[in-house]
């Protein structure tokens, strides 16, 4: 079901934040194109984008198969906040926490690290 994460970190200075994940840490990573690094940090993977606000961050969970994994999760009584979008890089949709967070769930199309 579940078989990682993608972490998204919203940042004032996203080059800055890339090389040092990529430079500092020497995490491996991928151009997932025009720039956007995505690193491999196991078992996650780190982006870093941009933010127009305060910096933040976004927890986004990674399957095989968004489509089977929202059914199973469906079946266990999580309730899903949006429909699956369909984007480049990938298929997302989101569940609500039983706190009241919502958690981001997708099937990557990108390369990944």
């Given at each position: 079901?579940?078989?990682?994460?993608?972490?998204?970190?919203?940042?004032?200075?996203?080059?800055?934040d890339?090389?040092?994940?990529?430079?500092?840490?020497?995490?491996?990573?991928?151009?997932?194109?025009?720039?956007?690094?995505?690193?491999?940090?196991?078992?996650?993977?780190?982006?870093?984008?941009?933010?127009?606000?305060?910096?933040?961050?976004?927890?986004?969970?990674?399957?095989?198969?968004?489509?089977?994994?929202?059914?199973?999760?469906?079946?266990?009584?999580?309730?899903?906040?949006?429909?699956?979008?369909e984007?480049?890089?990938?298929?997302?949709?989101?569940?609500?926490?039983?706190?009241?967070?919502?958690?981001?769930?997708?099937?990557?199309?990108?390369?990944?690290?």
């Amino acid at each position: 079901m579940i078989n990682g994460a993608h972490v998204v970190i919203h940042t004032r200075d996203a080059q800055a934040d890339r090389a040092f994940f990529r430079d500092v840490l020497g995490w491996p990573h991928v151009d997932a194109g025009h720039g956007w690094l995505i690193f491999g940090a196991p078992p996650t993977e780190v982006a870093c984008h941009p933010a127009e606000g305060e910096p933040g961050h976004e927890l986004m969970l990674m399957c095989d198969d968004l489509d089977t994994t929202t059914a199973e999760l469906t079946g266990k009584g999580v309730e899903f906040t949006r429909p699956v979008q369909e984007a480049a890089w990938g298929r997302v949709t989101g569940f609500l926490l039983p706190g009241g967070g919502e958690v981001s769930l997708y099937e990557p199309r990108h390369p990944r690290p």
